[in-house]
């Protein structure tokens, strides 16, 4: 009988080695290898936490592919839409300061904030601002900030809300958005008395320890060890300016490192608890029960690998369950900069995943963490980076084609007959404001009055729809424009939308309704 139970008792620490096996940072090393040599990025940094201690956290290629120096576990990405996660932490603080209520009503704390219609405006709670159920549609209203470098403010955000047209009804389906996080920014500064890049950098980067970490990009006075955001729609990979947050950070402001985010989510391994022996406490067990509680049910992951049941969206956190364990996770994008942190609370297990290059940076970031999430969850070598660089490879290929012909036809297009005396003027939507449209020189252009990177020539199309080549072209963002004209043939109106299948969603430019002013 002892023999059996000595056997039984191998067996199960058996088991659990393989099912919870822990990479060596040279497995790290060598799977990151592979996957620099599949995907186009310039640069990556990763590290890993298990029960308590950071056990892997390093930098691989270049924060600049022209400068050439190589990235450290300290270097600095725009961990973007990760920021989401601090946001929902500040509020908790202050939930448990008595300050606030998750249920507070928005209007409460700010007057004049206003939804598309009566009953929406006076029942948005702080809880509907963090959770994408307003029932408006994915990103709308981000190409007020998308490209960067638009003069809206928050009087203009706060507005705009009335004007967006819902597509579900409130409360009832999951669409990602920004803006109403830039609100839940501006409900921090107005209770605390502080701005929301303050509040995030005095009470939690300072407790954390999180000393290399800046709310802001133009908080950062030393920028060597910045990365610098690329993308690689050419082939080769291309610097690209700092993208510059606007309003508030609360959406996606952060720059931050592997070395610190790993504090970040040691904190929340711990409950909220930190520092030597535990003994500080950000936030409470039951503050972050609030935050890792599904308030929007989202799609379940249909691979039979995982067993999956559940997913769906907490407070600035995507939740799931894999293989019978809690996950806890979110991406982040910008121009050149992508990123993902997901923990595994069962195990223990936090990992973070940093990249500075568009669109690659996606596919290098869901392979590695795959990989690695695998490994400690017992499962087989599912051949993840191979997976991934094809799926973006054929995704690519396919958006390519699609552009491709779109110019083609432009090429052919005969524009003889076109008088552009038609389409001039100026057009203006309810929350976007105006767009000129005008002859520059013997050409037809398009400006933004208030985003002044979104203007470019436009090109003759077919019937009343020109494309648009923007100036702008960090990301891929070539729009049609398509004209209603009069019975004279004056064009009336104009809509938008996004010219390549792989259109970042944040350039919404289908939720415009432009409709001809006059002048002054």
Same mark, same amino acid.
């Given at each position: 009988?002892?023999?059996?139970?000595?056997?039984?008792?191998?067996?199960?620490?058996?088991?659990?080695?393989?099912?919870?096996?822990?990479?060596?940072?040279?497995?790290?090393?060598?799977?990151?290898?592979?996957?620099?040599?599949?995907?186009?990025?310039?640069?990556?940094?990763?590290?890993?936490?298990?029960?308590?201690?950071?056990?892997?956290?390093?930098?691989?290629?270049?924060?600049?592919?022209?400068?050439?120096?190589?990235?450290?576990?300290?270097?600095?990405?725009?961990?973007?839409?990760?920021?989401?996660?601090?946001?929902?932490?500040?509020?908790?603080?202050?939930?448990?300061?008595?300050?606030?209520?998750?249920?507070?009503?928005?209007?409460?704390?700010?007057?004049?904030?206003?939804?598309?219609?009566?009953?929406?405006?006076?029942?948005?709670?702080?809880?509907?601002?963090?959770?994408?159920?307003?029932?408006?549609?994915?990103?709308?209203?981000?190409?007020?900030?998308?490209?960067?470098?638009?003069?809206?403010?928050?009087?203009?955000?706060?507005?705009?809300?009335?004007?967006?047209?819902?597509?579900?009804?409130?409360?009832?389906?999951?669409?990602?958005?920004?803006?109403?996080?830039?609100?839940?920014?501006?409900?921090?500064?107005?209770?605390?008395?502080?701005?929301?890049?303050?509040?995030?950098?005095?009470?939690?980067?300072?407790?954390?320890?999180?000393?290399?970490?800046?709310?802001? +990009?133009?908080?950062?006075?030393?920028?060597?060890?910045?990365?610098?955001?690329?993308?690689?729609?050419?082939?080769?990979?291309?610097?690209?300016?700092?993208?510059?947050?606007?309003?508030?950070?609360?959406?996606?402001?952060?720059?931050?490192?592997?070395?610190?985010?790993?504090?970040?989510? +040691?904190?929340?391994?711990?409950?909220?608890?930190?520092?030597?022996?535990?003994?500080?406490?950000?936030?409470?067990?039951?503050?972050?029960?609030?935050?890792?509680?599904?308030?929007?049910?989202?799609?379940?992951?249909?691979?039979?690998?995982?067993?999956?049941?559940?997913?769906?969206?907490? +407070?600035?956190?995507? +939740?799931?369950?894999?293989?019978?364990?809690?996950?806890?996770?979110?991406?982040?994008?910008?121009?050149?900069?992508?990123?993902?942190?997901?923990?595994?609370?069962?195990?223990?297990?936090?990992?973070?995943?940093?990249?500075?290059?568009?669109?690659?940076?996606?596919?290098?970031?869901?392979?590695?963490?795959?990989?690695?999430?695998?490994?400690?969850?017992?499962?087989?070598?599912?051949?993840?980076?191979?997976?991934?660089?094809?799926?973006?490879?054929?995704?690519?290929?396919?958006?390519?084609?699609?552009?491709?012909?779109?110019?083609?036809?432009?090429?052919?297009?005969?524009?003889?007959?076109?008088?552009?005396?038609?389409?001039?003027?100026?057009?203006?939507?309810?929350?976007?404001?105006?767009?000129?449209?005008?002859?520059?020189?013997?050409?037809?252009?398009?400006?933004?009055?208030?985003?002044?990177?979104?203007?470019?020539?436009?090109?003759?199309?077919?019937?009343?729809?020109?494309?648009?080549?923007?100036?702008?072209?960090?990301?891929?963002?070539?729009?049609?424009?398509?004209?209603?004209?009069?019975?004279?043939?004056?064009?009336?109106?104009?809509?938008?939308?996004?010219?390549?299948?792989?259109?970042?969603?944040?350039?919404?430019?289908?939720?415009?309704?432009?409709?001809?002013?006059?002048?002054?």
């Amino acid at each position: 009988m002892k023999k059996i139970i000595f056997i039984s008792l191998l067996f199960s620490l058996l088991i659990t080695n393989v099912c919870y096996s822990q990479y060596s940072s040279q497995q790290v090393d060598s799977i990151m290898g592979d996957a620099m040599d599949k995907f186009n990025v310039a640069g990556v940094a990763v590290a890993i936490v298990k029960d308590g201690k950071i056990i892997h956290s390093k930098g691989y290629g270049v924060k600049s592919s022209v400068t050439k120096s190589p990235v450290n576990n300290h270097t600095n990405f725009a961990i973007a839409s990760n920021s989401k996660a601090f946001t929902t932490a500040a509020l908790a603080i202050l939930v448990e300061e008595g300050k606030i209520t998750w249920q507070d009503k928005v209007k409460s704390h700010i007057p004049n904030f206003k939804m598309y219609n009566p009953y929406v405006t006076e029942n948005f709670n702080i809880q509907d601002l963090l959770t994408h159920r307003s029932g408006l549609g994915l990103g709308i209203g981000d190409l007020m900030f998308f490209p960067d470098g638009s003069s809206f403010t928050i009087d203009d955000l706060l507005s705009s809300f009335q004007h967006f047209k819902p597509v579900s009804a409130f409360r009832t389906k999951f669409d990602y958005d920004n803006l109403l996080y830039l609100v839940a920014g501006e409900v921090i500064k107005r209770v605390s008395g502080m701005s929301w890049e303050d509040f995030i950098t005095e009470r939690i980067f300072q407790p954390l320890n999180m000393d290399n970490s800046y709310a802001s +990009l133009d908080r950062i006075k030393d920028k060597k060890n910045l990365a610098k955001p690329h993308n690689s729609n050419s082939g080769a990979l291309k610097v690209l300016p700092d993208f510059q947050e606007m309003i508030n950070g609360a959406a996606g402001g952060i720059y931050s490192n592997v070395d610190d985010i790993s504090n970040w989510m +040691l904190m929340h391994l711990n409950n909220g608890k930190y520092g030597d022996s535990l003994k500080n406490k950000l936030f409470t067990k039951e503050s972050q029960r609030e935050m890792w509680k599904i308030y929007t049910v989202t799609d379940v992951n249909r691979n039979p690998r995982y067993n999956s049941h559940f997913a769906g969206y907490g +407070l600035g956190w995507e +939740l799931s369950d894999i293989k019978g364990n809690m996950s806890v996770s979110h991406t982040g994008g910008l121009p050149g900069m992508l990123s993902k942190t997901i923990m595994i609370p069962d195990i223990n297990l936090g990992l973070v995943i940093l990249t500075n290059t568009s669109d690659d940076g996606a596919g290098i970031f869901g392979a590695v963490s795959n990989t690695i999430i695998d490994s400690y969850l017992g499962l087989d070598d599912f051949g993840w980076i191979d997976k991934y660089a094809e799926y973006f490879k054929k995704n690519k290929e396919n958006g390519d084609a699609v552009t491709l012909k779109v110019w083609k036809t432009v090429e052919s297009a005969d524009s003889s007959n076109i008088n552009y005396d038609n389409y001039i003027g100026i057009f203006k939507d309810a929350w976007f404001g105006k767009i000129e449209v005008f002859m520059n020189g013997n050409k037809l252009w398009m400006k933004s009055h208030k985003s002044p990177k979104l203007n470019g020539e436009m090109f003759f199309y077919n019937a009343n729809t020109f494309a648009i080549k923007w100036e702008y072209q960090d990301m891929n963002a070539d729009a049609f424009a398509m004209f209603s004209l009069d019975q004279e043939g004056k064009a009336q109106s104009l809509k938008m939308k996004g010219i390549s299948p792989n259109i970042d969603f944040s350039f919404d430019f289908h939720d415009l309704d432009l409709i001809r002013v006059d002048n002054n």
